[in-house]
């Protein structure tokens, strides 16, 4: 007989316990994450480039990222110069206060993409049937054990026997692995510990398939992504300032997705998270320092957008399309940290690659920039051009134009 353990939970729910006001983030490395966001500023301008004589432009460019809300290069610099990191979470967030956030946040494990659960055998290790509301001791012996869908569509447990796969347990309803510390998991491309609860997550509940889920602490949770979002030898105040972004962007989009199966990912889709493996000393230092504050906006979770380098200039941000005054559109004059290699930056691109891309235009005669943000270098990040050849002409933005061709950001001119 399995032995049955005890269990359980409590849910501690969002807590709303706000300080005064602040005293006054995916892409790039160090990267910023950000759903997509509308209703920036727009001007019209009438820039034109003609195909240089030798066929190739020099393209310059500042920033690195969407550059909405902080600058991670930005923050680096103000923390050289003594802010705080209440300080510059108050420059880049106007207008947001100090909250607290606790539970748990449900994260989707991307890079293991089998519908089995693989973990190593380690003390302590158990399994959890949510269906029956139990917990079930797994026994020494086996290397190995996996959540697998089975028969039916029940979720099987299985132990490794060095040669095979048998099964051990069938589950009433979804399972997952727990442990008193980091479970590793097992991908078909690495072995990863993570802390908190590994689950065996039906996308929908008829789904015959299963995605992996870390279900973790914010806390715990944030210790696997701030190693991964900035330099770990930074400025303790730039790591807290990472610390409590990272923490409320998950925040909301749990808020966001309270209902789903997973609420944020693991990848630059969200914000980049590595497990325990990731985790070092002094960004560890910087979460606990920070422990369990977020930035508020009306009583909620902000949506504290992040990018590498604004270049000098943020940009307005618009979650779902409705400006917030949180992210403004402002002179960035941290950003121009000493040893940035992404304020400001150029590189080469032939007409040839342009056309290469869109080759509907035929030889490419010259680039017609017509809208930008308007404020800084060349009067901002591009927002609409044409590309101009000798059968046709193609408008397109400034990201498509970016992304096309592998530059850092939008905000670019050519020479």
């Known amino acids: 007989m399995r032995p049955r353990i005890a269990f359980a939970v409590t849910c501690l729910a969002l807590t709303a316990t706000f300080a005064p006001h602040v005293a006054s983030a995916l892409d790039g490395t160090p990267a910023g994450r950000g759903a997509p966001t509308t209703a920036q500023a727009r001007v019209a301008v009438d820039q034109t480039y003609p195909v240089p004589g030798n066929g190739q432009y020099t393209v310059r460019g500042h920033g690195?990222?969407?550059?909405?809300?902080?600058?991670?290069?930005?923050?680096?610099?103000?923390?050289?110069?003594?802010?705080?990191?209440?300080?510059?979470?108050?420059?880049?967030?106007?207008?947001?206060?100090?909250?607290?956030?606790?539970?748990?946040?449900?994260?989707?494990?991307?890079?293991?993409?089998?519908?089995?659960?693989?973990?190593?055998?380690?003390?302590?290790?158990?399994?959890?049937?949510?269906?029956?509301?139990?917990?079930?001791?797994?026994?020494?012996?086996?290397?190995?054990?996996?959540?697998?869908?089975?028969?039916?569509?029940?979720?099987?447990?299985?132990?490794?026997?060095?040669?095979?796969?048998?099964?051990?347990?069938?589950?009433l309803g979804t399972g997952e692995f727990r442990a008193p510390g980091p479970i590793a998991l097992v991908t078909p491309s690495e072995t990863v510990r993570y802390r908190g609860f590994l689950r065996a997550a039906r996308p929908t509940p008829t789904s015959t398939s299963r995605d992996t889920v870390n279900v973790v602490t914010l806390d715990e949770y944030v210790k696997g992504v701030v190693p991964r979002e900035v330099y770990t030898s930074w400025r303790p105040a730039a790591l807290q300032a990472q610390a409590v972004a990272a923490r409320t962007y998950a925040a909301y989009q749990r808020a966001a997705n309270k209902d789903r199966y997973y609420?944020?990912?693991?990848?630059?889709?969200?914000?980049?998270?590595?497990?325990?493996?990731?985790?070092?000393?002094?960004?560890?230092?910087?979460?606990?320092?920070?422990?369990?504050?977020?930035?508020?906006?009306?009583?909620?979770?902000?949506?504290?957008?992040?990018?590498?380098?604004?270049?000098?200039w943020t940009v307005q941000g618009a979650p779902h399309g409705v400006a917030v005054p949180y992210l403004p559109a402002q002179a960035d004059p941290w950003d121009d940290a000493p040893g940035s290699p992404v304020h400001s930056w150029s590189t080469a691109l032939a007409a040839s690659t342009i056309r290469s891309k869109f080759p509907a235009i035929g030889q490419l005669l010259r680039i017609r920039v017509t809208a930008r943000t308007g404020a800084g270098d060349w009067r901002g990040r591009v927002l609409s051009m044409t590309l101009v050849g000798r059968q046709g002409s193609r408008t397109i933005t400034g990201d498509t134009f970016r992304y096309t061709f592998g530059l850092r950001s939008s905000w670019f001119t050519f020479s």
Not at 280 to 308: C, M, Q, R
Request: overall charge negative; glycine content about 12%; hydrophobic content about 35%.
């Open 64 to 171: 690195y990222g969407h550059g909405r809300g902080m600058s991670q290069w930005g923050a680096q610099g103000a923390a050289l110069k003594g802010r705080t990191y209440r300080q510059i979470l108050s420059f880049y967030y106007p207008g947001t206060e100090m909250g607290e956030a606790t539970r748990k946040v449900r994260v989707l494990v991307s890079g293991d993409t089998t519908s089995d659960v693989i973990v190593l055998a380690r003390s302590g290790l158990v399994v959890r049937d949510l269906g029956a509301r139990e917990t079930i001791a797994l026994p020494a012996g086996p290397t190995r054990w996996r959540i697998t869908p089975g028969s039916g569509n029940t979720d099987v447990v299985q132990k490794w026997t060095g040669s095979a796969w048998v099964n051990w347990d069938t589950l």
């Open 263 to 312: 609420q944020i990912c693991d990848t630059t889709s969200c914000q980049v998270y590595g497990g325990v493996d990731e985790e070092v000393t002094s960004t560890n230092n910087a979460v606990d320092a920070t422990a369990k504050e977020i930035l508020t906006f009306e009583d909620a979770p902000a949506f504290t957008e992040f990018s590498a380098s604004s270049g000098g």
